[in-house]
């Protein structure tokens, strides 16, 4: 894949990085490539970070038809850019786009774009203990057409935002809401593809969460409203009677690359790890006994984000005494480690930006 690239005239003033926060600062980069029915991919060009300009009718804002992804770069000490397993993401993207009817992306694209733009934008990627650098892939559908059909022609953008570290001091325990009366998806349904029109089913969710004074959502499954499913932007996973329990990928789960990294090591470390139904009866019966011994749920964003408190209905739990348990903050040291280069990488996770 050729790259055009043209560079800023303007560069922006690095920000403050003990203020980053999440999402808010954009690099002076981005990377877009165009699709079109019979021509394929093509036009992979570095720009400066700029507005797009599309059609009111271009498809995405009528239908939806999008799909992104979620990784980051980290600069460690010894000065080098890693990646965490990008190849995943672009694997993923490619099992979001077929169900989203949107043509497949060459996986060696994916992960040569992702390796040029962070090379451009290198000295974004903060330095501060727990900073990254967000890296934000999506393509949307772009054809000016109100009828309802796939589109033929896409954008793949790939936009940089440098993240401040996701726990300022230590491992916080977050209290999550079981929500009993919405939905995020169904079995058949685009669950487990990463497409906008998930988390706009999740919002009311989220919003109910916060009011109460959660910070987070865990979802039923949509037939029963019985069994675990994920959290807002997380897997999740429980320790019950020493063992490691997470719910089966069953097409309404996000499969989370962290997660599949979670399981890899539990394993590895001797536990004991089922991939199953989880019922909320089962976590409640765990909790009466004193079996259920650790919450915690595994996304990109904080790797590890322990549960100290679990609301279902009137019953509230609380996990560990609200404190993180100790198999949740291993695989945290561990991955973010990983991630830093400070542990060693025996599994091949880390693709060097060179
Ligand atoms: C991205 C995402 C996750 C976590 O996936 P990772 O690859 O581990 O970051 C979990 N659930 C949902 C709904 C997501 O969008």
Same mark, same amino acid.
């Given at each position: 894949m050729e790259i055009r690239i043209e560079k800023t005239t303007t560069p922006k003033? $690095?920000?403050?990085?003990?203020?980053? =926060?999440?999402?808010?600062? %954009?690099?002076?980069? /981005?990377?877009?490539?165009?699709?079109?029915?019979?021509?394929?991919?093509?036009?992979?060009?570095?720009?400066p970070y700029q507005n797009i300009s599309l059609a009111p009718s271009a498809m995405v804002f009528h239908y939806?038809?999008?799909?992104?992804?979620?990784? $980051?770069?980290?600069?460690?000490?010894? =000065?080098?850019?890693?990646? %965490?397993?990008?190849? /995943?993401?672009a694997k993923r993207t490619n099992e979001s786009n077929k169900r989203l009817c949107i043509p497949e992306l060459p996986v060696e694209y994916f992960v040569e774009a992702v390796k040029a733009i962070v090379k451009i934008d290198e000295e974004w990627i903060p330095t501060q203990p727990g900073t990254s650098l967000y890296i934000r892939p999506f393509i949307i559908a772009t054809d000016e057409f109100l009828g309802v059909a796939p589109s033929k022609t896409y954008k793949f953008i790939i936009i940089l935002s440098p993240s401040g570290a996701y726990y300022a001091s230590g491992l916080a325990p977050v209290g999550i809401w079981i929500e009993d009366e919405y939905v995020r998806a169904v079995r058949g349904g685009m669950g487990f593809a990463k497409t906008g029109g998930n988390y706009a089913a999740s919002l009311i969710g989220q919003v109910k969460a916060h009011d109460d004074g959660y910070s987070?959502?865990?979802?039923?499954?949509?037939?029963?409203?019985?069994?675990?499913?994920?959290?807002?932007?997380?897997?999740?996973?429980?320790?019950i009677n020493g063992k490691i329990v997470t719910p089966m990928l069953n097409g309404s789960i996000l499969p989370g690359i962290t997660r599949n990294s979670v399981i890899h090591l539990c394993k590895k470390w001797g536990y004991e790890v089922e991939e199953r139904k989880i019922s909320v009866d089962e976590l409640l019966e765990a909790q009466k006994n004193g079996s259920l011994e650790e919450v915690f749920g595994t996304g990109t964003a904080a790797v590890i984000s322990p549960v100290g408190k679990l609301r279902?209905?009137?019953?509230?739990?609380?996990?560990?005494?609200?404190?993180?348990?100790?198999?949740?903050?291993?695989?945290?040291?561990?991955?973010?480690?990983?991630?830093?280069?400070?542990?060693?990488?025996?599994?091949?996770?880390?693709?060097y930006v060179k």
């Open positions: 003033a $690095k920000p403050d990085q003990s203020n980053l =926060g999440f999402g808010k600062i %954009f690099t002076d980069h /981005m990377f877009v490539m165009d699709y079109e029915a019979g021509k394929g991919w093509h036009d992979a060009r570095i720009i939806g038809q999008e799909m992104f992804e979620g990784l $980051k770069a980290y600069k460690g000490k010894d =000065g080098q850019t890693r990646l %965490f397993r990008p190849e /995943m993401n987070q959502v865990l979802w039923l499954d949509g037939v029963e409203r019985k069994y675990i499913e994920e959290v807002g932007a997380m897997n999740i996973f429980f320790k279902y209905c009137d019953d509230v739990m609380i996990i560990n005494g609200g404190e993180i348990g100790p198999v949740s903050q291993k695989i945290y040291d561990t991955v973010t480690g990983i991630q830093n280069g400070t542990v060693e990488d025996k599994f091949n996770w880390i693709t």
